[in-house]
């Protein structure tokens, strides 16, 4: 489908804000593929951020030249885009004390699951680099630490540190970020014996579940078993997770 | 306008397929197009037993093409047969089987056990680069490639393709061989073997350090090897490499494809390959040609 | 920082060069570059007689790739000595010529005439699919490439190279059969053979039906095949096929080239070669490699 | 070399006019080749069709990707350009009456070349297949006749029908235009026997003469030879030219 883009700016060093018309429902951690032109080949997948009735919006970073030329686009320029896909954050009623765990461009997809969660009580972390971005909008759901590596904003180091001091009476975190922030969620997850999905990423062909790239290595009873991360994912539950 | 076109004793209602491995069992893309409008589904590659695949990375995006290593992962052969042909069956297009053997006999008990309804054909895949055992090794070999088309055919009652790989000196003697060993059809290419290195790690992108090279950028090559196994042989050749728009098909139609597959270009756009049967009908009107039987082979050399 | 590579006996200033026929004698390149700055020109192919070529069109872009079939357009080896070769050699860098004859016989009285001062080594193009005598008839046999290059060894007094093609089933035995007949180096890849037609027209792009294609298209081929063959002999390899940036020329050492050449890229860029150097010297700063040689072949598997 | 694009637009129907800031010193016939973006990969050869202090203008017409890609650029970006290359158009004191002769896409250089010719005696036949563009700027130079393939403006039928009005008394004539045009012009100057010449087209791979691929069959005295056109030509004797 093509849909007009509303706004794109940049947000910070390097990341930009994409507003996109769009008349899917997502939920909070599915995702968008985009055609991003010139001479890439393959859709790029992006977290949704924010869903508002006709619209929504992604966080990205320049990363390379997919990217690279999404941070081009104008407002009124359509884009080739299709969606939402995957398996999003499971969000249960018997939960009620929450942490959300994000580390760098992993964090925009928590946004839209805070947006969803809002009558919990939130945990907020959030780590940086340097540069931060997205944090007043997590306030307005919840209560909101940081990390970042220089110490720029808040507390100097990464995020799983703050995290450690926020897990006590937790029922349930949601992590993204990162593979060895991840890593670290899931073994801190694993060692209070709280309940915890991440988000993955893996290189995509189709987005859809149908040509078995993107695959996520997860526990079964006899072994491990390669999973979609597009389909199945990207959010699993941390313990299925093989890192 | 007439658009049937036969494979063997087989009627596809259009020369439109999707290729092996690109589409899935048809599930995914049920959301995007109406599958009975496909001229025939060929599923992702069975094996006899499930199979885990490839460790990830699986997929890297080179200049307009995708190096993939998927290693094969599918559910095996019964499963397919129990969960996912089912669904294929509620549709009216012909699913074509893509078999990949380990050995000679595995080959056989897969074309046993697809000797079934609802299926209607076998593509038996003796070049799949991205597996350790048979795969490509069979599809380097003409005398491998006979010895497999001519056991399948003697238990199968299905029509049988033999898919061929590019990746050998002279693509005549495999057609060949394939067309002696009773082969239906044949059809090609598979991917181009190829690699990556990551110049930060000085590894190799893959685990299997090679993965085949698929998309736009194989075109010329694959249109060549079409062009010339069709001038080896008398049965039918199904095109395939890099077809991304309804010229691309129109391209292997008239070197000599009596249909053609989709790969990649269903991961570009979903709905590719119906986009690719509505070229090719808009071209016939403009052309003036009302049997899309007439288009194949017609090269002008 | 080291940047001097071996050949054989030659000592190269750095391991970027420009490959046959995308460079023609060096004269118009520069006005772009200082050649003095290549590690050394691959000269457009050089025949016994001077030769007309194929009619146009010689050249058709696909998808990150072109096709071209110039069929060695050249005035011959002996207007090259008189009238080319001179400039050449006002600069400082390594003139490799590259030659194709249409018989062994005709190799030798290349090589022979080539026996002067002003070049510094042959490589051998046993590669070429746009000519009907020689060329690639040749390379995909592995006893014609060990005999011609036996016999230009006999003769010659310079490094010679030999140069592959990829369109084989298994670019070891032909690698081998080049270390075995002498050589002093291999270099890899000429173009993949491919096709292009016109669908309006229905006949094919080129006169010659095929073409040869090269650009970023063929670079994962080119790689895989550099490595392969690399695994295959212990002379140096020179690695080429699509390279297009620092970080692709890398992926050729890290992969087991000794040098590179540049080649389409030259078209799209003309200081390409020189930027690429540039690259890979930034690159070796960045990791703290004071010797390119210690990136040859320094691929982790 | 990068140059910064001063304005791009369309004039007629589907054709633009672009106008390059440039520091070459171009003569008539001579083309640029520009980095059309996107995912071409070759340059694509332009004529120069007007030349001042320190710019350039080509018109184009939209054909393919590469074309449409440059049509899209704006004001204020900039374009890969190299150039000027090859040999133009011979111009000679002692011809005074000249005759100028442009079809379709091929009269841009034949804008620059009246603009340096303008103390001659100038008769410029253009020929379009409806809708015209240049004409008024022509005007400035000599004697414009118009064909139109539809009889849109001026004489109904092909630029060849208005030439044969025009070739008395000419000295010289250069054209620029369709093959089956040059083809025309070729024979009507030798059946006159005028000196001719013709600016030709082929596909192009360097664009400076090293790679053999712009081949342009032309007569030898012992029989013919391909010359390259980017480098002997675009524009060659129309006795040369083998067609
Ligand atoms: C489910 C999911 C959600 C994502 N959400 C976001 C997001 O909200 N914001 C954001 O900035 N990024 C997100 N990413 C990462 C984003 O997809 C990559 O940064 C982007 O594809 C890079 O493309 P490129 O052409 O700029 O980079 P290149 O490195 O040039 O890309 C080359 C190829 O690799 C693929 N690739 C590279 N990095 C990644 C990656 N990390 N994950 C998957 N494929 C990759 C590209 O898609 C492309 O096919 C997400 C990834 C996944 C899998
Ligand atoms: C010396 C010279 C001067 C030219 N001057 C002009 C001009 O002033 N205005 C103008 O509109 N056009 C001019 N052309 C033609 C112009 O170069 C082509 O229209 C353009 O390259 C088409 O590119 P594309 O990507 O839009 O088309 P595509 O057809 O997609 O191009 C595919 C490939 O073919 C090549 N190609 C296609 N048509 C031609 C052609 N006619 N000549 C050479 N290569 C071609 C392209 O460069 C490209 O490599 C000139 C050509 C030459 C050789
Ligand atoms: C991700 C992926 C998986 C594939 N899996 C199979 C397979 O299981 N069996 C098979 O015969 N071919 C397989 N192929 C090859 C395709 O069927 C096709 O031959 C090849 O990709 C060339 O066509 P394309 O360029 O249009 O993709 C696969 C290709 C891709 C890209
Ligand atoms: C226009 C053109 C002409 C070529 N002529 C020759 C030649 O004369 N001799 C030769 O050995 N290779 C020739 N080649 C092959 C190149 O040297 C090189 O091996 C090939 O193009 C792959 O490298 P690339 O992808 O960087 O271009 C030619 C290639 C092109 C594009
Ligand atoms: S990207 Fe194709 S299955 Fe996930
Ligand atoms: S385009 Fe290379 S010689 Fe003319």
């Given at each position: 489908m093509r849909y007009v883009v509303r706004e794109n700016r940049e947000i910070t060093n390097g990341i930009y804000r994409l507003r996109l018309e769009f008349d899917g429902i997502p939920t909070p951690g599915q995702f968008i593929m985009i055609n991003c032109g010139g001479n890439t080949l393959l859709k790029r997948p992006f977290s949704i951020c924010d869903h508002d009735a006709d619209e929504i919006a992604i966080v990205y970073r320049i990363k390379g030249k997919g990217t690279y030329n999404l941070s081009k686009v104008k407002a009124l320029d359509t884009l080739e885009v299709t969606g939402p896909h995957g398996h999003g954050f499971d969000m249960f009623d018997k939960f009620n004390n929450i942490l959300i765990v994000g580390?760098?461009?992993?964090?925009?997809?928590?946004?839209?699951?805070?947006?969803?969660?809002?009558?919990?009580?939130?945990?907020?972390?959030?780590?940086?680099?340097?540069?931060?971005?997205?944090?007043?909008?997590?306030?307005?759901?919840?209560?909101?630490?940081?990390?970042?590596?220089?110490?720029?904003?808040?507390?100097?180091?990464?995020?799983?540190?703050?995290?450690?001091g926020e897990i006590k009476d937790i029922d349930m975190i949601y992590g993204c970020g990162p593979m060895q922030m991840l890593k670290a969620v899931k073994d801190m997850a694993e060692e209070y014996d709280v309940p915890c999905q991440i988000s993955v990423e893996e290189h995509m062909g189709c987005g859809i579940g149908a040509c078995m790239v993107c695959a996520c290595k997860t526990k079964t009873d006899s072994g491990f078993q390669y999973k979609k991360v597009c389909k199945d994912g990207p959010v699993f539950w941390s313990r299925e997770v093989v890192f | 306008m007439n658009l049937k076109i036969n494979i063997g004793n087989l009627e596809l209602k259009n020369p439109v397929l999707v290729a092996s491995g690109t589409f899935g069992f048809g599930k995914e893309y049920s959301h995007y197009i109406d599958l009975d409008d496909l001229g025939g589904i060929m599923v992702k590659g069975l094996t006899l037993y499930p199979k885990e695949g490839n460790p990830p990375p699986r997929i890297y995006e080179t200049p307009s093409g995708i190096l993939n290593s998927v290693g094969l992962?599918?559910?095996?052969?019964?499963?397919?047969?129990?969960?996912?042909?089912?669904?294929?069956?509620?549709?009216?297009?012909?699913?074509?089987?893509?078999?990949?053997?380990?050995?000679?006999?595995?080959?056989?008990?897969?074309?046993?056990?697809?000797?079934?309804?609802?299926?209607?054909?076998?593509?038996?895949?003796?070049?799949?680069?991205?597996?350790?055992?048979?795969?490509?090794?069979?599809?380097?070999?003409?005398?491998?490639?006979?010895?497999?088309?001519?056991?399948?055919?003697?238990?199968?009652?299905?029509?049988?393709?033999?898919?061929?790989?590019?990746?050998?000196?002279?693509?005549?003697?495999?057609?060949?061989?394939?067309?002696?060993?009773?082969?239906?059809?044949?059809?090609?290419?598979?991917?181009?073997?190829?690699?990556?290195?990551?110049?930060?790690?000085?590894?190799?992108?893959?685990?299997?350090?090679?993965?085949?090279?698929?998309?736009?950028?194989?075109?010329?090559?694959?249109?060549?090897?079409?062009?010339?196994?069709?001038?080896?042989?008398?049965?039918?050749?199904?095109?395939?490499?890099?077809?991304?728009?309804?010229?691309?098909?129109?391209?292997?139609?008239?070197?000599?494809?009596?249909?053609?597959?989709?790969?990649?270009?269903?991961?570009?756009?979903?709905?590719?390959?119906?986009?690719?049967?509505?070229?090719?009908?808009?071209?016939?009107?403009?052309?003036?040609?009302?049997?899309v039987n007439q288009l194949i082979n017609s090269i002008n050399v």
């Amino acid at each position: 489908m093509r849909y007009v883009v509303r706004e794109n700016r940049e947000i910070t060093n390097g990341i930009y804000r994409l507003r996109l018309e769009f008349d899917g429902i997502p939920t909070p951690g599915q995702f968008i593929m985009i055609n991003c032109g010139g001479n890439t080949l393959l859709k790029r997948p992006f977290s949704i951020c924010d869903h508002d009735a006709d619209e929504i919006a992604i966080v990205y970073r320049i990363k390379g030249k997919g990217t690279y030329n999404l941070s081009k686009v104008k407002a009124l320029d359509t884009l080739e885009v299709t969606g939402p896909h995957g398996h999003g954050f499971d969000m249960f009623d018997k939960f009620n004390n929450i942490l959300i765990v994000g580390g760098g461009i992993g964090i925009p997809p928590l946004l839209f699951l805070s947006k969803k969660l809002k009558s919990k009580n939130l945990k907020i972390a959030l780590g940086f680099k340097s540069d931060v971005f997205l944090v007043d909008e997590f306030k307005k759901y919840g209560d909101v630490v940081i990390a970042t590596e220089d110490g720029n904003t808040g507390i100097k180091g990464y995020v799983i540190d703050v995290m450690k001091g926020e897990i006590k009476d937790i029922d349930m975190i949601y992590g993204c970020g990162p593979m060895q922030m991840l890593k670290a969620v899931k073994d801190m997850a694993e060692e209070y014996d709280v309940p915890c999905q991440i988000s993955v990423e893996e290189h995509m062909g189709c987005g859809i579940g149908a040509c078995m790239v993107c695959a996520c290595k997860t526990k079964t009873d006899s072994g491990f078993q390669y999973k979609k991360v597009c389909k199945d994912g990207p959010v699993f539950w941390s313990r299925e997770v093989v890192f | 306008m007439n658009l049937k076109i036969n494979i063997g004793n087989l009627e596809l209602k259009n020369p439109v397929l999707v290729a092996s491995g690109t589409f899935g069992f048809g599930k995914e893309y049920s959301h995007y197009i109406d599958l009975d409008d496909l001229g025939g589904i060929m599923v992702k590659g069975l094996t006899l037993y499930p199979k885990e695949g490839n460790p990830p990375p699986r997929i890297y995006e080179t200049p307009s093409g995708i190096l993939n290593s998927v290693g094969l992962q599918n559910p095996g052969v019964d499963v397919f047969i129990k969960d996912e042909l089912p669904f294929l069956n509620r549709f009216n297009t012909k699913v074509i089987a893509n078999i990949a053997g380990e050995t000679i006999e595995e080959f056989v008990s897969l074309a046993q056990k697809l000797n079934i309804d609802g299926v209607d054909a076998l593509e038996i895949n003796v070049s799949c680069p991205n597996v350790k055992e048979g795969g490509m090794s069979f599809g380097v070999d003409p005398n491998s490639v006979y010895a497999i088309t001519k056991k399948v055919k003697q238990v199968s009652n299905k029509t049988v393709i033999v898919k061929l790989t590019p990746n050998v000196t002279d693509i005549k003697i495999y057609a060949k061989a394939a067309e002696d060993g009773g082969a239906d059809a044949i059809s090609l290419i598979n991917t181009v073997t190829g690699m990556a290195i990551d110049i930060n790690t000085r590894r190799p992108v893959f685990k299997n350090v090679f993965a085949g090279l698929s998309g736009p950028a194989i075109k010329p090559i694959a249109l060549k090897n079409v062009y010339e196994a069709k001038r080896a042989v008398s049965i039918p050749v199904i095109g395939m490499g890099g077809i991304s728009s309804a010229e691309d098909a129109l391209e292997f139609m008239i070197a000599g494809a009596t249909a053609v597959a989709v790969g990649t270009y269903n991961f570009i756009s979903p709905t590719g390959s119906i986009d690719i049967l509505e070229g090719i009908k808009k071209y016939m009107l403009r052309n003036s040609i009302f049997d899309v039987n007439q288009l194949i082979n017609s090269i002008n050399v």
